[in-house]
């Protein structure tokens, strides 16, 4: 295999700048009645996930990409199968996040609430209580930064929507930037979104190469 990947911490952040639709440009602060509703309207949208998939890219801070398809099941499950080739998986379970390394036989599992991830998958992760709006500059883009000041070690996400009448909560998730302890950064964009599907819970399993 002639690519060389930068594979370990992906599966704790699941980096590259910033989404462009989340940069942060000045703009009139908003009120915190504005703000406030924005962020009831960000936990609405996640809580009316009930399954999704969609195409994604993540790139790595080295400008690295791939892509594949994601598939959600809330509360807690999650999949990123990647395109051909990539010899990687990460997958969710619901209780912990697994990344599996199939080119050299390797699987590592950590708790969902420990990962960035955990704003997404977590039902104990309160987006309200441990996030803030982050400006835009563009009123149709929400941006959500969630971290536990309390808990470092367990990174920082930055939840990107995009209003949208046809998505759960009048949001769309376009996608995160997400910054683990180890100072790792990944960006990961969503495209082709489809809701309320049936998923079976045998989509979150996986085979364990080390057998």
Known sequence: MNRTFRKPMFALALGAAALPLAATVPMPAASAQAQAGDIDQVVKA????????ANFTQTDRNGQSFSGKLTLKRPGKIRFQY????????????????????????????PIGN????ALLDPNRDVKRYGKLLPTGD??????????PKKPEFGVITLIFRRDSGAP???ELAGWVALDAQNTRTTVRLSGHRYGMSVSN???????PRK
Request: glycine share 12%; net charge neutral; aromatic share 8%.
């Open 115 to 118: 990962s960035p991830l955990g």
């Open 139 to 148: 009123p149709n883009v929400v941006s959500v930064e969630v971290r536990d």
């Open 169 to 171: 909560g009048g949001l």
């Open 202 to 208: 045998n989509t979150f399993r996986y085979r364990d």
């Open 46 to 53: 996640l809580r009316g996930i009930g399954t999704m998939t």
């Open 83 to 110: 395109e051909k080739g990539v010899p990687l998986l990460v997958v969710s379970d619901g209780k912990a996040l697994t990344f599996v390394d199939y080119e050299v036989a390797q699987v590592q599992r950590y």
